[in-house]
């Protein structure tokens, strides 16, 4: 089985900053794309940010400039650095990989648990 587990959200102020962190574990052959989602309250889940097999990463416009993804596929994890965060940036951050594993070598979307990141003064 494979599990993805987040860390680093929080409360941070406007315009400051956090580094989101999501670990892959499990019987993993391969990960393709990873990505990060959001929900808001009363909002549905969107993309913040993705990053292929290559390292290219693509962004929702409301985030470009401002947030890096990153991956390290030694470790299984990619990474979200938000920079000059704001009030509506507020949600619960979903870290989501594209992971075959051993069981099948198919491939198949699997989500983290979710980690709030709160803007507020």
């Known amino acids: 089985q494979v599990q993805l587990v987040e860390s680093g959200g929080g409360l941070v102020q406007p315009g400051g900053s956090l580094r989101l962190s999501c670990a892959a574990s499990g019987s993993i052959w391969r990960i393709n794309d990873m990505g990060w989602y959001r929900q808001a309250p009363g909002k549905q889940r969107e993309l913040v940010a993705a990053?292929?097999?290559?390292?290219?990463?693509d962004y929702a416009d409301s985030v470009k400039g401002r947030f890096t993804i990153s991956r390290d596929n030694a470790k299984s994890t990619v990474y979200l650095q938000m920079n000059s965060l704001k009030p509506e940036d507020t949600a619960v951050y979903y870290c989501?990989?594209?992971?075959?594993?051993?069981?099948?070598?198919?491939?198949?979307?699997?989500w983290g648990q979710g980690t709030q990141v709160t803007v507020s003064s």
């Open positions: 989501t990989m594209v992971v075959a594993p051993y069981s099948d070598y198919r491939e198949h979307d699997y």
């Open positions: 990053i292929d097999t290559d390292g290219v990463g």
